[in-house]
């Protein structure tokens, strides 16, 4: 990472970096959002506990 | 492809550490609450039941949620829940490293912390106001309506923090103040009933709730400050 940083040129670099925060954060939803979300009964049974207690909206 | 690796080792690590401690503040803290709802809303159900009530005809699909898989109670529902927390915890950790690498990357145990205070206001202060957490037998609007409002409100509140944080004119910042407040002028979908448990319970859920979450990131924050540190340094 220290090397591709100093070799690429900044420009470069943040196109370069804005692609992988962005995956990295649609991974973080995709989790939300099945902890959190989905309706299918068995995931919302198996985490309908943490739902209530971190205050997602639940039933 | 560094980046995405670095990025979701770090929330891997920070998610499992935040989740694990969120589990055992909700196993004193919010867990007993529920116990007690539940006896409550069982009660109002089977009341509910016992009443007569038709299936409108081509209901043949009706069923009661009682026939879907549940962990049964003790370990498996235990274990259900922090797995649930784990999963949630590598999601929002997710959310804030990658958010913070946009800004550079956080530097310090210190700085974490305070990007772990933003998530707090983000995803439990600003949608509690509206929606305050319910425990079982609290029954809300119409879930696909909460749910709605619930994102719709992280959203506006991050936007507005990050324009008040990082915008440079004066008129960012009442944008960012009129971002945070639309949702709640808007206003949340309300219950058309009211709440068939004890208020003393309803309302000490909700502190509960509110405490464990600020702890919870809190936590989040100052692991994510402190592992990102040392992964750069070394």
Same mark, same amino acid.
């Given at each position: 990472m220290r090397t591709a940083s100093s070799i690429t040129r900044p420009v470069a670099l943040t196109s370069a970096h804005a692609l992988p925060i962005l995956f990295a954060a649609l991974l973080g939803v995709v989790l939300i959002a099945g902890a959190g979300?989905?309706?299918?009964p068995a995931l919302h049974n198996a985490a309908h506990d943490q739902r209530h207690s971190i205050g997602f909206p639940c039933h | 492809m560094h980046l995405f690796r670095n990025i979701v080792f770090i929330a891997a690590l920070v998610g499992l550490g935040a989740g694990l401690v969120l589990t055992v503040l909700q196993h004193f803290g919010t867990q007993p609450l529920i116990v007690q709802a539940e006896v409550f809303e069982q009660a109002n159900a089977a009341k509910a039941e016992a009443a007569p009530h038709e299936h409108p005809a081509? %209901?043949? !699909? @009706? @069923? @009661?949620? !009682? %026939?879907a898989w549940e962990p049964a109670d003790g370990a498996e529902r235990f274990g259900w829940t922090l797995v649930a927390n784990i999963v949630a915890g590598v999601g929002f950790a997710l959310l804030l490293v990658a958010a913070s690498e946009l800004k550079g990357?956080?530097?310090s145990w210190r700085e974490g912390l305070l990007w772990g205070l933003a998530g707090f206001l983000v995803f439990t202060l600003a949608p509690s106001v509206g929606l305050p957490p319910e425990a079982p037998g609290v029954e809300g609007a119409p879930l696909m309506d909460r749910q709605i409002w619930w994102v719709a409100t992280a959203i506006a509140t991050a936007a507005g923090l990050a324009l008040i944080v990082y915008g440079r004119s004066p008129l960012t910042a009442v944008a960012a103040v009129a971002l945070i407040a639309a949702p709640h002028v808007i206003g949340a979908p309300q219950p058309s009933e009211p709440p068939a448990i004890p208020h003393a319970l309803e309302h000490g859920f909700v502190v509960a709730v509110i405490v464990t979450g600020f702890l919870f990131w809190a936590t989040l924050g100052t692991l994510a400050g402190a592992l990102r540190n040392r992964f750069v340094e070394a």
């Open positions: 979300f989905a309706s299918t | 081509g %209901a043949a !699909e @009706h @069923h @009661h949620d !009682e %026939a990357g956080l530097t």
